[in-house]
């Protein structure tokens, strides 16, 4: 695993021992494997408009038309038409769509994993309505058997397939727990033999933001509800949701499910996670023949739940505040107003950014960007972006409800030395409950 | 068999059948391949199959807010070039009766001289597209032989046709047979190009509408 | 019969005014679009043209061609014009039958070889050694030839001579051809209509007559004094058309109104001809104002042009059957290419289960 340059100058990461046609033909089947109707529908459909560049914070920030989101498709593209399309036959007998080359592939690989978060704001730009975030998701899978992805994210693979989570082994998970519990007085339930609600966790809040797994259990404890963490399904963020790692996003995602069911339990709760979301809530369901045996939310949609129903109640914040919606929560995920609702019980007054709910700027750091340090100059520069935005509201906090957009932006604002704070919404209402 | 012949007889038939013949190909062949949409259980009150498919189509009509400062230019200049070839192909009346003639369906057209105007405009509209594209760096770079020959083969039947209706250029009779043959080989490159995103764009549109839709997310 | 007086000296021995010569000369320049300075050039020739020897050969024609240029509306005077062509043979004319009128046709050749004008009305059949249409057991294309040889220049009249007309329409049994598919070593002048306007045969004639040369023509070789417009672009009903008021059928409100008839099958956009401004019948009328729309019939192969009452723009017959054809055939193709691929991600899918979980 060594950073290379293709004979074009280009960087990228190559990992295992493959020979180059051996990485051409493994991301060549990775691809053919995804195109079903509804991919070559969209492969299909391109009329090169370019409106997609202008909704992409990457194109936005630096003026690089490299990072036309439809342009970081063009090998998968490739790949369909000479392979899967229906004139794929005469392409290939006549030589009119030539093989993927490898150097191609090399080319595409910061174009794939560093210039794209997966946010999906593109897809809303583009008029012929293609899910190009949808598609990249599609083509990392083939970059990944390939061995061409960023060497960060491969690391947190290995780990993550080593351990069950790429912060930390599983063995040590309930001792981590339990002394975030006894650090901050707070009761925690894990590894309970039977529970309603199985709470999972994201890999900072194992590191970092521990303070994060106390926050869940005191709201948990103060609603009342049966709820227990377990070391046999905590690790819910899912990198294999983001790497390319198919066969890991389907164990990580078996555990957290098999688990609930294990202990009985109807709710698994997400944490404060975007991708854990897009992963356990949309795209479990590959696995259990779409009847995924458990009703799974996010730790925002909880937090809504046990504020309208009145289970907890809050003391008033009465701040200004703006929000910057996660984009596997908000814009692919669907939970628009959950989060604002909890903010409207916190009496936080909320002042909306100017692209704001589905058409937020993404934070930049999503789809293992964040992970990927060769990507920092770029993400900085998205990261102005929201900068300017949040500046222009004037608000005193600034919330958000995915604990790596909250890493991507203190990094940002570290970076830009820029004094804002950017917090958790579900530590503003753990700080915040009324006994 | 004189051109003008030969473009209304054999050219236009064969040309009927090439796009015919490629159009199902190329659209069986997309959608007759699995279909993976992936079938998690619905957000609760989300839109159904059937009206998730429609909005998405629906949705896409005009860019959002944010999407629509720089992309107003190319929408509305779009806008202005489909609805202008779509007013001269299906309300003039000579071409109202080739389709007559095709299928039995016919209806009223315009006069000629307000058809005359919208072509102009289409022309004009479609010059400005090509502008656009040539200097655009996003455009050039993304851009494609097909972008251009599309263009083109779209561009002469509009150019020709004012011409044989303004008896410019050739003779009447060969300004009139290069219009068909122009449509005849705009016909044959259709299915093989961008210009089918005409049908497949409701099922780009529909598919989106259906994913996105049953998540609660907006489109 | 030739007489060697100069026309003008005839018709002033008939009593024929120099004033009235004159007028006559510029009323027929005036119909060729000439300009008004050639009158008197065309008077003076026309005076000291000598009696012009013409043979008029009758092939596959239907006689309508004769029929039309004897009803040439104009004055006395035009009548004595043709008197002053020798018109020396003629099947419907002539006094003269059978091997009496072959003769004076011969002859007539060889006293004015190099100077005589041939005629012609009615197609040449060429199927079997032309045998489908013989006069006195000559088959018409040994007549044509042997008479064309020594002719001054040759004038087909009607759409069969110029075009092959109705007896090349298809399936065309007899091989039928127009002339100047025959005769290439002639000038030829076509003068086509179905029969054609009665001034644009004498007029043509005229032309030649008083300036001994061929009269402006088109690609066609039709003079375009007289088929230099389309009918659609003289057509007085052409305001209604680019309104979009058209009649729907032959008795409805817009056929009572006197609309276009484009939609009832008028070819007037791609017929040339001087029906829509001489008319017929001295300028009496012509189709398009008594309500039918035009019938092409002075361009070739009208009859097969998908029908009279078929709009101009609409396809050939036949495109149905052969569309569902390739309807058929597109989605066999599409289930096929679908299938193709599904095969191959089968294929793809099952090497990665039977090499395990490789990486």
């Known amino acids: 695993m060594t950073a290379k340059t293709t004979a074009s100058g280009v960087p990228y990461d190559a990992q295992g021992e493959m020979t180059d046609q051996a990485r051409r033909d493994a991301a060549m089947k990775g691809f053919v494997k995804e195109f079903g109707a509804v991919a070559a529908s969209h492969l299909e459909s391109c009329v090169r408009c370019g409106m997609c560049s202008e909704a992409c914070h990457f ?71 293609i899910d190009i975030a949808e598609l990249i998701k599609k083509a990392r899978h083939g970059m990944f058997k390939a061995g061409l992805i960023p060497d960060r994210l491969q690391l947190m693979d290995r780990t993550a397939r080593a351990w069950g989570s790429p912060a930390t082994p599983a063995e040590d998970f309930a001792d981590i727990i339990r002394d975030t519990g006894e650090e901050l007085g707070v009761p925690m339930n894990v590894d309970r033999d039977k529970a309603e609600y199985l709470v999972t966790v994201a890999p900072a809040e194992l590191t970092e933001h521990t303070k994060a797994l106390a926050d869940a259990a005191k709201v948990f404890n103060a609603a009342g509800l049966d709820w227990t963490y377990h070391t046999e399904g905590f690790e819910a963020s899912n990198i294999g949701y983001l790497n390319g790692d198919l066969e890991l996003q389907e164990k990580m995602t078996r555990k957290l499910i098999d688990c609930a069911v294990k202990i009985g339990a ?128 004037g608000t005193q906090r600034f919330v958000t409800a995915c604990g790596q957009c909250r890493i991507t932006l203190n990094l940002g604002a570290k970076h830009f030395k820029w004094d804002k704070k950017v917090e958790s919404l579900l530590e503003l209402v753990a700080d915040n409950l009324a006994d | 068999m004189t051109l003008l012949d030969f473009a209304r007889g054999p050219a236009l038939q064969a040309a009927l059948v090439i796009f015919i013949i490629g159009a199902l190909w190329r659209f069986i062949g997309a959608l007759l391949l699995p279909w993976r949409l992936v ?106 032989v097909d972008d251009y020959i599309s263009w083109l083969l779209t561009f002469l039947p509009v150019l020709t046709g004012l011409l044989a209706t303004a008896h410019l250029g050739a003779r009447y009779e060969t300004m009139l047979a290069l219009h068909i043959l122009s449509i005849c080989v705009f016909l ?32 | 019969m030739v007489t060697p007086q100069t026309l ?33 050039a065309m008077a003076q020739g026309l005076a000291a043209a000598r009696r012009q020897s013409v043979i008029w050969l009758s092939f596959q024609e239907c006689t309508g061609c004769t029929e039309s240029i004897t009803r040439s509306m104009s004055p006395t005077l035009e009548s004595l014009i043709f008197d002053t062509i020798s018109l020396d043979y003629h099947h419907t004319l002539q006094a003269a039958s059978g091997e009496a009128a072959e003769h004076a046709r011969e002859k007539a050749m060889a006293d004015n070889k190099g100077k005589y004008v041939v005629v012609v009305d009615g197609s040449v059949p060429l199927k079997d050694g032309g045998l489908y249409s013989t006069i006195a057991g000559v088959s018409n294309l040994k007549m044509l030839q042997d008479t064309c040889k020594d002719a001054l220049a040759v004038i087909s009249v009607g759409t069969c001579a110029a075009f092959g007309g109705i007896p090349k329409a298809n399936p065309n049994p007899t091989g039928a051809v127009g002339i100047d598919e025959i005769i290439k070593d002639k000038p030829v002048i076509n003068i086509p209509g179905c029969p054609p306007i009665p001034e644009a045969m004498t007029g043509s004639v005229a032309y030649l007559v008083a300036f001994g040369k061929i009269p402006e023509l088109d690609h066609l070789k039709r003079p375009k004094a007289f088929f230099g417009d389309s009918i659609h672009d003289r057509c007085y009903r052409r305001p209604y058309y680019e ?52 019938l092409g019939c002075s361009e070739p192969d009208f009859w097969d042009q998908g029908g009279f009452y078929r709009p101009l723009s609409t396809s050939m017959p036949g495109m149905g059957m052969a569309l569902a054809g390739a309807a058929a055939v597109g989605a066999a193709l599409g289930v096929g290419a679908a299938l193709t691929a599904r095969k191959h991600q089968q294929a793809y899918i099952r090497e990665q289960a039977a090499k395990g979980d490789e990486k």
């Open chain 1, 59 to 129: 194109y936005v920030a630096t003026g690089n038309p490299a990072y036309t989101p439809i342009h970081k498709l063009q090998p998968f593209e490739q790949a369909y038409k000479r392979h899967a399309g229906p004139f794929s036959p005469v392409y290939r007998l006549f030589g009119l769509v030539p093989s993927v080359t490898v150097e191609k592939l090399q080319e595409w690989e910061r174009l794939i994993f560093d210039a794209c978060t997966m946010c999906g704001r593109c897809t809303l730009a583009c008029p012929m309505g």
């Open chain 1, 266 to 393: 109807k709710t698994l709760v997400l944490p404060e996670c975007g991708h854990a979301y897009g992963a356990a809530r949309w795209e479990a369901a590959r696995w259990y023949g779409g009847e995924v045996p458990v009703r799974v939310i996010h730790m925002t949609e909880l937090l809504a739940e046990v504020v309208n129903s009145g289970k907890i109640r809050l003391k008033p914040i009465a701040q200004s505040a703006t929000f910057h919606d996660p984009c596997q929560l908000v814009r692919r995920g669907g939970v628009n107003e959950a989060p604002r609702d909890v903010m409207k019980a916190l009496d936080l007054k909320l002042t909306e950014l100017e692209n704001t709910k589905a058409l937020t700027w993404c934070c930049g750091g999503g789809g293992g960007v964040v992970s990927n340090t060769r990507a920092d100059p770029i993400r900085y520069k998205a990261f102005e972006l929201k900068k300017r935005e949040v500046d222009a509201t």
């Open chain 2, 39 to 144: 079938p998690a259980q619905p957000r609760e009150g989300s839109p159904g199959t059937v009206s998730a498919w429609l909005k998405g189509m629906a949705v896409k009509m005009w860019p959002h807010e944010p999407f629509a400062k720089h992309g107003a230019f190319q929408f509305i200049n779009g806008y202005i070039f489909h609805v202008g070839l779509a007013i001269v192909v299906f309300l003039f009346v000579p071409h109202i009766l080739f389709i007559q003639g095709l299928t039995g369906l016919s209806w009223p057209g315009l006069p000629n001289s307000f058809v005359t105007v919208i072509g102009v405009v289409t022309a004009a509209s479609l010059v400005a597209a090509l502008l656009h594209r040539l200097r655009s760096p996003v455009l050039q770079l993304i851009s494609r």
């Open chain 2, 188 to 219: 044959i490159w259709f299915p093989f190009g961008k210009l089918m995103h005409a049908f497949l764009f409701a099922f780009s549109r529909g598919m989106t509408g259906v994913r996105l839709g049953q998540r609660g997310a907006e489109l």
């Open chain 3, 8 to 40: 003008g000296e005839i018709l002033e021995g008939r009593g024929v005014s120099r004033r009235a010569f004159l007028k006559y000369s510029s009323y027929l320049s005036a119909l060729m679009a000439l300009p008004p300075s050639m009158a008197p």
């Open chain 3, 243 to 294: 309104r979009g008021e058209f009649a729907e059928g032959f008795d409805d409100d817009g056929a009572r109104k006197g609309y276009c008839l484009y939609k009832v099958g008028c070819k007037g956009p791609v017929t040339y001809n001087a029906c829509a401004t001489l008319k017929w019948n001295g300028g009496v009328s012509f189709p398009i104002q008594s309500g039918h729309g035009c």
